[in-house]
Structures are given as structure tokens and as C-alpha cells.
């Protein structure tokens, strides 16, 4: 799994933005897009600090501080040290921790002030540690910020399964050789873990083809949801199944796409 980080407020330098020495300034509406000065609802000011860029981000109309963080390149797209969200201007939302782009910690934090839960990373994808706690500090045992989705029976479970599927049941275009092609199939993993609203995404060419990869995935029995916050939480799933020179290529390895709310989390939206 490999997760998107998304950094709002990407500097860009427009009719929006003016410089003043070493200080730049952007204006951006309520969807984070660049616009003018008259009908912005957040205003970024960037500005050089030693061999940083500095950016804070400000509501307009109140001047209320929404974020502040460290940056190694004047467009501030690459991240470099603590960047932190507030709401209010005082009360700290989140803080995440980089080294020269790569999220290394994030932790979020209560209305009160206490960390509610924080991931550590390995390499700015794989997750090394995370906990939670209550509101008065106290951990929570066994606490998961996130967790994608699994498939039952280890690790190798679901290319096992896409396997021995693709064993049998091929449609008889593609054993005389006359068919080939690879589907993607697009599906959702509920939180119970049912495998709902699976659609065929990418198309092979031939029908039965597509067909065949798509009840591969409606057929599957369930999984373990993904979780997050510490509760079960629907995800949505990619999977590819290529058929070639007759000889079946299960290509068993999913592209997970984690949902909205997660990115924005990761994103501190």
C-alpha cells in the first residue's frame, strides 16, 4: 500500500501572488484554489528562513493562524520538518514530522490539547508504530489508526485465491488463443467486510474476458476491513487480472485506494 500524501496550498506563482523581498504571498478560496486577493478565505505567506521556506496559512477575514510549517524549496512542495494545523488559531489539530519530504510521525490531538493518536513511519509509507489514547491521556490498549483491508489467509491469501479462480471457467475464446488482455476491476470492501459495488474499471476488450475477472472479484469471500480511528471503515480496492499468450498472469497485487477521509487526514484537511 502506498499512501498519498496531499499538501494543500501548493505555492504557485500567479496573477495571485506577490513577492515582497523574500516573502511571498498566495491567495486561495474555500477549495484550496489559487484566486485573488478580494475572494480569498485563506491567505499564505512564505518566507525564507536560512536555508528553509517558512509557511504560514491564515483565514482572510479573521487572521486566524490554520497552518505553519517548514519547507527546503521555495514552492513549499517538499516538506521539510514540522508542519502543524490549528483550529482557532491556538488549539493544535495535528502535527506531522518530515525529513526532506518523506512523513516520518504524525500525531492528532484532541480539543483539550491531549494527543488522541499517532502513526510513526518506517520509510514515509510503512507504518513502524501507532497507539491512541483517551481524552485524559490514557492509552488505549491495541489502538489502530489505520489498517487497510485484508484478505483472510495470511499475507498470500487473495493471490492464492485469484489463482486457483483463474484455474478453471475460462472462457473458450481465450484456450483457442483468440483472446487476450488485461482487466482492472474496481470494488469496495465493506465494514463487515463484503465485497460490494465492484464494477469493471478498465476494460480487456472482450467481454468475456472482462466478465470472468469481474465474478473472480464479486465471488470472493469476505475479508477484514480496513480500519481506521480505531473502527471498521469501508475501503475501496483495485485489482488487475491480466490473461496473455494463453497463459493466465494473475497480477494478485492490489492498488489500495485508502478513501477520502484518510487522505484528508493524512493531509490535515
Known amino acids: 500500500m502506498r499512501l498519498l500524501f496531499i499538501l494543500p496550498f501548493t505555492l504557485l506563482y500567479t496573477f495571485s501572488s506577490f513577492a515582497q523581498k523574500d516573502t511571498v504571498y498566495t491567495y486561495f478560496d474555500t477549495n484550496k484554489k489559487v484566486t485573488s486577493e478580494i ?18 496559512v491564515f483565514v482572510n477575514s479573521s487572521g486566524n493562524l490554520y497552518m505553519d ?25 495535528d502535527s506531522c514530522f518530515y525529513i526532506d519530504g518523506q512523513l516520518k510521525a504524525k500525531y492528532i490531538f484532541y480539543a483539550n490539547g491531549q494527543v488522541k493518536d499517532y502513526i510513526l513511519f518506517a ?10 489514547y483517551t481524552e485524559e491521556g490514557n492509552k488505549i490498549n491495541n489502538y489502530i489508526v489505520w489498517r487497510p483491508a485484508m484478505y483472510p489467509d495470511s499475507t ?8 486457483r479462480k483463474t484455474s478453471w471457467h475460462l472462457p473458450p475464446g481465450y484456450l483457442k488463443g483468440l483472446m487476450e488482455g488485461g482487466v482492472e476491476i474496481t470494488f469496495t470492501v465493506d465494514t463487515t467486510g463484503a465485497v460490494t459495488n465492484a464494477f469493471i474499471s478498465k476494460k ?40 496473455a499468450n494463453n497463459e493466465l498472469n494473475a497480477q494478485a497485487n492490489k492498488t489500495i485506494s ?12
Open 39 to 56: 475572494n480569498a478565505f485563506y491567505v499564505s505567506k512564505t518566507t525564507k528562513n536560512d536555508n528553509k521556506w517558512h509557511k504560514q
Open 69 to 93: 510549517g517548514y519547507y527546503s524549496d521555495e514552492k513549499t512542495q517538499v516538506p521539510d520538518g514540522v508542519i502543524k494545523y490549528y483550529r482557532d488559531s491556538e488549539k493544535l489539530t
Open 123 to 132: 520509510d514515509g509509507i510503512h507504518i513502524a508504530e501507532q497507539g491512541g
Open 156 to 163: 498470500t491469501g487473495w493471490q492464492k485465491y485469484v489463482r
Open 204 to 243: 480487456s476488450g472482450f467481454i468475456d474476458l472482462d466478465q470472468r475477472a469481474l465474478a473472480i472479484v464479486e465471488k470472493s469471500r469476505k475479508w477484514i476491513p480496513a480500519v481506521q480511528d480505531n473502527h471498521p471503515v469501508s475501503s475501496t480496492q483495485k485489482q488487475t487480472i491480466v490473461f
Open 258 to 269: 485508502v478513501g477520502a477521509d484518510f487522505l484528508r487526514w493524512m493531509a490535515g484537511l
